[in-house]
């Protein structure tokens, strides 16, 4: 079964019909048991950082989070998702993160648009298994704030917008993708089927 984390914001239900089209069971969920119990568990996210992290907390789903990233088994923050993955963020003001992969979330600064909406090529940095195989494509951004992420080995893929942007970042059996996979066509549900892939006997119980 596949987690998906309910905290109050973000794109549940496109991404829980997603998961339902590639043949994987899927819950909704904001209770910590049910999430621990999951093979995979997937954080999704849409709006501000501080909002985000002042609901998971509220509920206790940044410790169970955390735990479940700790377990070992695949873990896939999507858009705000894949931010709160990372140490802080100066999204109206420095907001604390989970903490899980060092690195900070900034807004795009210059004399061009924002936010990043649309769609832009990928570039495979690293060999991962979210990629293996796959040619790299055009996915589907919406963001005005972007991760720096400290180690670039923690980068699985980037994209061009006005200088690299972290796109797809990832250690271990912990990922992130920064566009909405569900809505960028075939690249995008190639790369969510090899997250989920990875949940195949990924067992569940300890932390």
């Given at each position: 079964m596949i987690a998906?984390?309910?905290?109050?914001m973000?794109?549940l239900?496109?991404?829980s019909?997603?998961v339902?089209?590639?043949g994987?069971?899927v819950?909704?969920?904001?209770?910590p048991?049910e999430?621990?119990?999951?093979?995979g568990?997937?954080?999704?996210?849409?709006?501000a950082?501080?909002?985000a992290?002042?609901?998971?907390?509220?509920?206790?789903?940044d410790?169970?989070?955390k735990?479940f990233a700790r377990s070992g088994?695949?873990?896939?923050?999507?858009?705000?998702g894949?931010?709160?993955?990372?140490?802080?963020s100066?999204?109206?003001g420095?907001?604390e993160?989970l903490?899980?992969?060092?690195g900070r979330?900034v807004?795009?600064?210059?004399?061009?648009?924002v936010?990043?909406m649309?769609?832009n090529r990928?570039?495979f940095?690293r060999?991962?298994?979210l990629?293996?195989?796959?040619?790299p494509g055009?996915?589907y951004?919406v963001h005005?704030?972007?991760v720096l992420?400290?180690?670039?080995?923690?980068l699985?893929a980037?994209t061009?917008?006005?200088?690299?942007?972290a796109a797809?970042?990832?250690r271990g059996?912990l990922?992130g993708?920064?566009f909405?996979p569900?809505k960028s066509?075939?690249?995008g549900?190639?790369?969510l089927?090899r997250?989920?892939?990875?949940?195949?006997?990924a067992?569940?119980?300890?932390t």
């Amino acid at each position: 079964m596949i987690a998906i984390i309910d905290y109050g914001m973000g794109n549940l239900h496109s991404v829980s019909k997603a998961v339902e089209r590639l043949g994987h069971e899927v819950k909704v969920t904001g209770d910590p048991d049910e999430i621990l119990a999951a093979d995979g568990a997937i954080l999704p996210g849409v709006g501000a950082f501080g909002d985000a992290m002042r609901n998971l907390r509220a509920s206790g789903l940044d410790e169970a989070a955390k735990a479940f990233a700790r377990s070992g088994r695949p873990m896939l923050g999507i858009c705000l998702g894949m931010q709160l993955l990372f140490g802080e963020s100066e999204e109206h003001g420095r907001h604390e993160g989970l903490g899980l992969l060092p690195g900070r979330v900034v807004r795009f600064r210059g004399p061009f648009k924002v936010p990043h909406m649309g769609w832009n090529r990928l570039r495979f940095e690293r060999k991962s298994p979210l990629t293996a195989g796959l040619e790299p494509g055009h996915v589907y951004f919406v963001h005005s704030y972007h991760v720096l992420a400290e180690n670039s080995g923690d980068l699985i893929a980037t994209t061009d917008y006005h200088g690299p942007v972290a796109a797809i970042v990832g250690r271990g059996s912990l990922y992130g993708m920064q566009f909405h996979p569900e809505k960028s066509g075939e690249l995008g549900m190639k790369l969510l089927s090899r997250f989920l892939a990875l949940t195949a006997g990924a067992g569940t119980g300890g932390t």
